[in-house]
């Protein structure tokens, strides 16, 4: 009891020497009381002001509003978002990005604000166990209440960013007030009868957004934002910071769509409205866009009637802004012509990308190359090459890695116009010193018209690099490809490539646009047209034709595919009774009904007619399915040579065994879109058709029919398998181990290219809208060479017509194409054991562990060809013998270390240069200065070689190359 007494006695005692001794409990309450009152003061001030001014200014205000349609027009026109872009939307969009806790400065922040909050509890929980509850005690004697002000300013800190979209001049505000003002909004909206995704969007200065439209689901927007909202994209310039408009009349948005757009708040907005309604294209700030998307339903029972839904969107916004720029999907090839026909369309600037063209132009491009779709795929998709598990497996690891590799184009340095010059040099510095690939140029001609020049050889006017020059590369982010942008021979000399960045020497001189084209307007740059051989911008008079020996076939109109003349569908049917002699060919097993949908296997025919390749190359074609369906589509391929069909069933191993499929070089597998579809049927049973017969292919077997060792049994067929369903693609592979919840790309069948799901074509959509190059050298990759005067001939429905010989004609046969190469036979040690002296003799190559720059650098040296990537045997030697598999697995663009192997295959851009029979007398012209540049050491050398046939894996006999002398100075 004393010793009560005499604790409680220090006590007061303590409280009497340092304080007055009074309680000022009330302080604490009116504090409290003043901030709440006067917040709300401050708000209902704020409102009613904003009330007052939007109700109407005086007529004397109103009679400075009134002004002219047109001059309302050229204001809108002349909108740039870059040059009106305030340092307020520059701070409020950054506080936006840090409070969304979307990106890594948002996510360190909420965790710093909840470290610090449990730091507070300790610190409150010490001070009460360990001291009185009252305690005089000086600020400066407590460390406790020092580290409790440092917490408070930063939480103070942190409401000030989560109000500063609100109110840019409120300091001070307490946690009740932020809960109330957050309540006000929520409170407006249930008290009012307005919509939830009604209303005006609020346009911000210098903020770019597009607008998407036609079919809005949950699956389709969010494979799109996957791709559109890219961390690369988001991270690299200013340029793909462009916020997304969805615009779609929905009766209700269910709850998966609704947490998208709460995913992706800060980018994502979405309005109920309609294109179709010149009112909300008013509400959603059309005028302003950088640019439409329209995309389609591609599991559509009704494709025709799906574009013409599209195309009717189209018409409605080229009728309400004749200037906006737009990108439609559509799912028909020849649903094409009927946007030329509207008056608004703008070649130049518009794009259509065609779902079958593009998807059967791919697979068809995997008939010669095998696994080309993949890397092509890969390439106009945005991935990231992300660590992973650390179990994975060499190939998967090694696949991944060019995975992640897309397409940039940026501006060349100065450095590449006078020190390199040329092409190939460039493209050999671009990987040996800077890591990235250099594939094509983008030329600036006289007259102001651009022209693509992929791989451009030492025979082209475009092979010199001139002022002005872009190039199109393959890297991992915009930030690599930027350093060709940046290189200075000054100050990056010897230097690593991730430490290039911008010097003192950097001139943007000349530079035209950005790293896409987004804008719209009367200012909108030409479409850029692909480069053609040099005789014809010479001729200007049309030249006789040129006598060729008497063949079966000859060229179409514009020397871009082989043609013959109209054969009958009975004419091409093979009878499977009859012992068929084909071989090396292509097999097309289609599984469609009566009713169901053109596929439009034009598209699918034309990549293998290609005029760019000779005519012992082509291989033949037979597609079998039902004799009804096969005859509509009979006559847009009827005038194309070497096709056969065959009225029967896929799954018939009978008519299989009859057309000599062990001997295939490749068996495609595709169905129409409404043969299967069944509104009521489980989605995941949409691929049933196509892969029962993959697996009945492979379960067959030949022991009869083949006298060798390597086709005895069906999983020795190439096959290629079109899936509807992404996650169908775990059952076509019965011994891998994939995990089906992981993405397409990730899967053992892509990677190793033999299968293909329409999925994979989403993201064009957004690579056209970044790139407006992207499109034009996709399809110079894999239509083979369809060009829009090809277009407007087919549009008119008379199809594919007969061309002349002349020289102009002739010369469109020259043009890069891509072919897989064995790498044991392109670089040989001994010249007793060369093919038809066709590879480069290179006396230690193998011996010195070789690299793939190393044969980079070789065969751009030597053949002006370029590598593009390798085809790699999935077990190469990390198993056992007995375990390995003949699988190879794409890898796109490897490190300049990689190692080679000697069973490895290699994918080549090369330029075609046909042989005829008289040779024609077509001499390329001297390649002209550019920009008065000094001519290089180096003089081109006339090439006059056939280029070889692409690759073919069964025939172990086919010729690679003919012919080409090598003087012993060029040798390695």
Known sequence: MDENNSNASITSRGLADSCSGERYWFAFVLSSLATYFIGVIAILLWRCGALIYKRGPTMRHRSRRLVSLAEKQELSYGFDPINERNWATVVKEYAAKLISGQQLPGKILVIAVVVLSLASLVIYFYDVNTQPIELCQLWTQSLTQQLDLVFNIFFLFYFFLRTIGQCFIIFFITGGLALFARAIPELAEMLSNKKKYAGNYRLENGKKFVLVCGHITFISMENFLKDFLHEDRVSSDSFYDADVLIVDKKNTVDFEFQALLKRHFTRVKYFDATVMDPVDLERVKLKRSAAVLILANKDATDPDGEDASNIMRVISIKNYHSDAKIIVQLLQYHNKMHLMNIPAWNSNTDEAVCIAELKLGLIAESCLNPGFSTMIANIFAMRSDTEGSPDRSTWLKEYLRGASLEMYTETLSNYFVHDLKNFSDAARFCLVELNILLFAIEVCEENGQRRLAINPDRTSQYYRIAKRTRGFFLAGSSEEASRARYY????????????????????????????????????????????????????????????????????????????????????????????????????????????????????????????????????????????????????????????????????????????????????????????????????????????????????????????????????????????????????????????????????????????????????????????????????????GGATPELEKILAEGAGMTQGSNSKEVLNNRRRPRVVLLPVENLIIEDTSNAKDNSSITVGTFWENNPTYGDLFVSLLTHRDWLCLGLYRLRDNGSTRPTSQSSKRVVVCSPPRTFSLLKSDLIYVIQQFQPKYDPPLNIEPEPIKLIDNNKQSNRIPASVSTVIPMPFTIVNKKTPIIDDIMIKDKDKI
């Not at 040099?534 to 871009?560: Q, V, Y």
């Not at 009878?575 to 169901?596: G, N, P, Q, W, Y």
């Not at 699918?604 to 509509?632: T, Y």
């Not at 190793?752 to 992207?774: H, K, P, Q, R, W």
Request: glycine share 6%.
């Open 488 to 783: 200075c021979r000054h100050c990056h000399h010897a230097q690593k490539p991730e430490s290039i960045r911008k010097c003192i020497h950097y001139r943007m001189e000349d530079v035209s646009g950005g790293a896409g084209g987004g804008g719209s307007g009367s200012g909108a740059k030409p479409r850029r047209e692909m480069s053609k051989p040099r005789s014809e911008s010479n001729s200007l008079i049309e030249s006789p034709p040129i006598p060729i020996a008497i063949k079966p076939f000859c060229f179409d109109t514009t020397g871009m595919f082989y043609w013959c003349p109209t054969l009958t569908f009975e004419q091409q049917t093979i009878d499977i009774r009859v012992k068929c002699e084909l071989t090396h060919h292509v097999i097309c097993c289609i599984f469609a009904e009566e009713s169901s949908p053109v596929i439009g296997l034009r598209s699918f025919v034309m990549p293998l007619r290609a005029s760019n390749f000779d005519e012992n190359e082509l291989k033949s074609i037979v597609f079998i399915g039902n004799g009804v369906f096969l005859r509509k589509e009979w006559r847009h391929i009827c005038n194309f040579p070497k096709v056969h069909v065959v009225d029967g069933s896929p799954n018939d191993r009978a008519t299989l065994r009859a057309i000599n499929i062990h001997l295939c070089d490749m068996c495609v597998i595709l169905s129409s879109s409404a043969s299967h579809h069944d509104q009521r049927q489980d989605r995941y049973l949409t691929d049933k058709a196509a892969i029962l017969c993959s697996l009945n292919i492979k379960a067959m077997s030949f022991d009869t029919e083949c006298t060798s060792t390597d086709r005895r049994n069906g999983t020795s067929i190439p096959l290629m398998t079109e899936l509807k369903n992404d996650t169908n693609v775990v059952f076509l592979d019965q011994d891998d181990d994939d995990d089906p919840n992981i993405d397409l790309y990730m899967t053992q069948p892509f990677a190793c290219g033999t299968s293909f799901a329409i999925s994979v074509l989403d993201s064009l959509m957004s690579a056209t809208y970044f790139n407006e190059n992207a499109l034009t050298i996709l399809r110079a990759l894999i239509t």
